[in-house]
């Protein structure tokens, strides 16, 4: 198995400027999870879905983020338009439901300039 | 709610020497609980979880993990310490019926030659 795979691995903008983040979960797992992380606020939690389906985006810090899984096998995240304070890593995680291990991806590093 | 707290930012150790890195939690109800590892560049690794049944738990690389409920308590340890395992270890909780984790702020483990 390949893992949870995301791209662009690096993603370099211009602020003002929409990036869209991506994500492929591992075959099978049903759930996904999107998680932020900083050295200021470390690990967050944005948004996790079970069966294609947001339950919780209660860690999407505002309207410019939207995240949508429009199949079992895709996920993105997009941010519009973006800030410089968004420059962070961006971690895409999959689970079985009702498992809590979670896999995650090897990241998204975004710089805002 | 459910919270993690690493109390420590950074622990050093020589190599051959044993290790812990010490995390407590707080949830209502019966906990789950992960350590995970991130090394630079990566994304998060599992280690190791506790559900259920023993409270000495055996994980990844040697790694273990204690369960102590008077002391809502799951530090992980090794008896001799790798430089390789040199990384970033992070406390994860949840809860029965719940999907989210939350995580710790995270502690640096440093192992010098």
């Known amino acids: 198995d390949a893992g949870v795979i995301q791209s662009p691995r690096h993603e370099v903008t211009e602020m003002g400027q929409e990036v869209t983040l991506r994500c492929k979960p591992i075959s099978g797992h049903n759930s996904l999870f999107w998680y932020r992380q900083t050295m200021m606020r470390g690990l967050e939690l944005l948004i996790y879905?079970?069966?294609?389906?947001?339950?919780?985006d209660s860690g999407m810090p505002e309207d410019r983020f939207s995240a949508k899984m429009p199949n079992a096998s895709f996920s993105t995240l997009k941010i519009q338009p973006s800030e410089p304070r968004d420059s962070a890593v961006y971690f895409c995680?999959?689970?079985?439901?009702?498992?809590?291990?979670?896999?995650f991806g090897p990241g998204t590093r975004l710089t805002v300039l | 709610a459910q919270s993690v707290a690493q109390p420590e930012d950074q622990v050093k150790v020589a190599e051959g020497n044993p290790l812990t890195v010490k995390c407590t939690y707080s949830?209502?109800?019966?906990?789950?609980l992960f350590w995970y590892v991130q090394y630079p560049n990566r994304g998060l690794q599992f280690l190791l979880k506790y559900i259920t049944g023993d409270n000495l738990v055996k994980g990844s690389y040697g790694f273990e993990a204690e369960f102590n409920k008077s002391q809502t308590s799951f530090h992980l340890k090794k008896p001799s310490a790798l430089v390789s395992d040199s990384a970033l270890y992070f406390c994860?909780?949840?809860?029965?019926?719940?999907?989210?984790?939350?995580f710790g702020t995270g502690t640096r483990l440093l192992v010098s030659p």
């Open positions: 879905f079970n069966n294609n389906v947001p339950i919780d």
């Open positions: 994860a909780v949840t809860r029965t019926g719940f999907q989210k984790l939350v």
């Open positions: 949830v209502s109800g019966n906990p789950y």
């Open positions: 995680a999959s689970s079985l439901h009702g498992d809590n291990e979670q896999f």
